[in-house]
């Protein structure tokens, strides 16, 4: 199954419910993805993914960027497209975008904390509360959809691991020189912050043709703004 033309708005119905798509090997989406970091700037790439194995439980895939000519890296995810890792030793889902089925007004939570994720945090926790809003026509450079919109508002927290750093530097006087040595200590600190995520979901694309992920410091500003968007999509007979 091919093109996007068949999907646009004019021929499309408004789906108001979606059951668990039946996804094979071969399925692939091409997305346009774009990572806004405030005041460092942004990047922007192509990127492709490929199903290579389906079982009850689990997708499998293969994600490279558009054009390469490397090996795709090879990822495993829950049925429902699920982030899944270990987390203090325990397998533990991180990020669940979709809840099949998926209905008008139907929630869903991901909660977790992660002891030590870096070698900057003691711990970091996060807090996500899902919602199936409704739908939504949505444009994005494969076209323009009638999708299902899901939105996620949550928190998060950490806290900074204490420290020593040493910092030595030369001082002259009257001729000679000499070093000196300071050594500063990092106490653990708490910090916390905001997320914002939309997702909007086609039944007939068998995933989400644009997702944006949004998240905020403890001052309210914005820090990071990821977007997604589907640029052309192929589905295996």
């Not at 499309?12 to 989406?29: E, L, V, Y």
């Not at 904390?113 to 509360?129: L, Q």
């Amino acid at each position: 199954m091919t093109g996007l033309s068949a999907l646009c708005l004019c021929a499309a119905s408004m789906a108001q419910s979606a059951d668990r798509p039946a996804t094979k090997a071969g399925d692939t989406w091409v997305y346009r993805d774009t990572n806004e970091m405030g005041p460092m700037g942004w990047k922007q790439t192509r990127d492709e993914f490929t199903v290579t194995r389906v079982t009850p439980s689990s997708i499998y895939y293969a994600a490279r960027e558009s054009g390469s000519s490397q090996s795709p890296g090879i990822y495993l995810a829950g049925a429902d497209w699920s982030r899944i890792r270990a987390v203090n030793g325990k397998e533990t889902v991180v990020n669940r975008p979709l809840n099949f089925p998926l209905t008008p007004g139907k929630t869903w939570t991901l909660q977790y904390r992660e002891d030590h994720p870096n070698k900057a945090h003691k711990f970091e926790e996060w807090d996500t509360r899902y919602t199936v809003v409704g739908t939504e026509t949505v444009t994005v450079p494969g076209g323009t959809f009638n999708a299902i919109k899901v939105e996620a508002e949550g928190t998060w927290k950490a806290e900074i691991e204490p420290s020593n750093s040493v910092v030595q530097g030369a001082q002259t006087t009257a001729g000679s020189t000499s070093m000196t040595t300071e050594v500063r200590y990092t106490v653990a600190a708490p910090f916390e912050g905001r997320t914002y995520k939309a997702l909007w979901y086609v039944p007939e694309v068998h995933r989400w043709v644009k997702v944006v992920e949004e998240y905020y410091g403890s001052d309210g500003v914005r820090t990071e703004r990821q977007t997604s968007e589907l640029e052309s999509f192929k589905l295996a007979n």
